[in-house]
């Protein structure tokens, strides 16, 4: 939290130290060195992270974009799923908006370094998977400017119900991880079998 407010504070301090120094001094050298140092010296005490530290920060700080941007487009394929009539369809676009956020969730508790390529790569596809239901919803909605508009309508359903498949494939990859610890664990809860006492 320091860090955040590190630039504004440091910018504040060189205002005030500007003004005093040139008010009680008038020289237009001195105030704005005086300044400078100040806002330098205010911004090293907040901001006190080492080169590692910022690196990982600035990582962090990327991967959350990536996961913005592609949960925006997540609600824009909600809403747009909202005007899908095939059932099937609807579900699958509406299953794979619940799978993609716990993947990202999943991924920042687990392999955390990995969350800005799965957000990158996640988001490329949902770009994709909105572009394809804007389609399909002119497809569904003006047919007859169409050739074929049921084969096209199919295609599309098959689309969105193989990428809900694979959202919900790559969560549970995730979770393999988890169920080998769970096993492990269950094992050392109770031997499997009691030893006899004779």
Known sequence: MRRRLAAPVALVAAVAVFGIVFALTGSVLWAPILAVAAAIGVYLMLDDRNRAQVSSDNYADEAQEKVDEALKLI????????????PG????????????????????????????????QIGGHLRSLEGAVRQYLDIQRKPVLYRDPEALRGSGEEAFQRFADFALESVRLINQGDLAQYKANLDTVAPPKLPELG
């Open 75 to 86: 609600r824009a394929i909600e809403r747009l799923a909202k005007d899908v009539h095939a």
């Open 89 to 120: 369809a609807r579900k699958a676009l509406e299953s794979a908006c619940h799978y993609v956020p716990e993947l990202f969730a999943r991924v920042r508790a687990k392999s955390p370094n990995s969350l800005y390529s799965t957000a990158s």
